[in-house]
């Protein structure tokens, strides 16, 4: 099994280029290493930034309830991977956007933007937006965690959908998942994709998306597709897609 990882808002200047140390982890991410995940000396951890950089530590001792002595590795940088994939997510009920985020997250995704469509129920005004966009965010970062990833995808701000168009735009590919059979969407499975650049999905709530969304995106340069003969939940479908995506562009090879 891989290593641990845990969270750094960032690396001292004097580790970034050769092995150093000793390095204390502290604060949540030391107390969770030492009691919750219970670290001793000897075992291994990664430590990460969240945006690509990161670095191997030995642990050196457990001190108190929260302290993490470690010797630290080289801090190094993954390269971003491409095609980027984007999921424009609808805004489920409840916590189902939490597990979207989860999910996609554990899969591979690299950004998400919550999207709110003329369809959701659930839509992010004032106060309450500003604390489901925290839950996402700290949900891209827990699973990234728990995935062993070291970049964590973006959660961009909620968008509307003539910003979700502007995105759409720009894309090197352009999806709209529509389940709609008398509409004429393609299958996902044999689209073509690029091999590079940028991969943008757009995932409607479970109302679907409104023909006028559908002809805003369209005219934006996106097509509509589906993914197979059952019509799955918007907190699956993203999910789904990614790692159909990810097969298909040779990124899970």
Request: net charge neutral; glycine share 10%; aromatic share 6%.
């Amino acid at each position: 099994m891989t290593a641990p990882v845990f969270v750094v808002e960032s690396f001292p200047p004097h580790l970034s280029a050769a092995v150093g140390g000793p390095y204390v982890l502290d604060g949540a991410e030391g107390r969770h290493a030492v009691s919750v995940k219970r670290m001793r000396a000897g075992e291994t951890v990664v430590l990460t930034d969240g945006a690509g950089r990161w670095a191997e530590g030995e642990v050196v001792a457990a001190e108190g309830k929260d302290q993490l002595v470690l010797r630290l590795g080289a801090v190094v940088e993954e390269a971003a991977e491409s095609p980027r994939i984007t999921v424009v997510q609808a805004l489920p009920k409840g916590d189902r956007g939490e597990l979207a985020v989860e999910t996609m997250t554990e899969t591979g995704v690299d950004a998400i933007v919550p999207w709110a469509a003329s369809r959701c129920v659930t839509q992010w005004r004032g106060d309450r937006g500003l604390k489901a966009l925290a839950k996402w965010r700290a949900t891209a970062r827990e699973a990234g965690k728990q995935s062993r990833r070291v970049r964590f995808p973006e959660i961009a701000d909620a968008a509307t959908s003539k910003q979700v168009a502007a995105l759409l735009a720009r894309a090197d590919f352009a999806a709209v998942l529509h389940e709609d059979r008398d509409y004429g969407s393609a299958a996902l499975a044999t689209a073509q994709l690029p091999s590079a650049g940028e991969i943008v999905l757009v995932v409607g709530p479970e109302g679907g998306v409104s023909p006028e969304e559908l002809t805003l995106f369209e005219e934006a340069g996106a097509k509509a597709y589906r993914l197979g003969a059952s019509v799955l939940r918007t907190s699956t479908a993203g999910t789904a897609a990614t790692a159909l995506l990810l097969g298909r562009t040779g990124r899970w090879s």
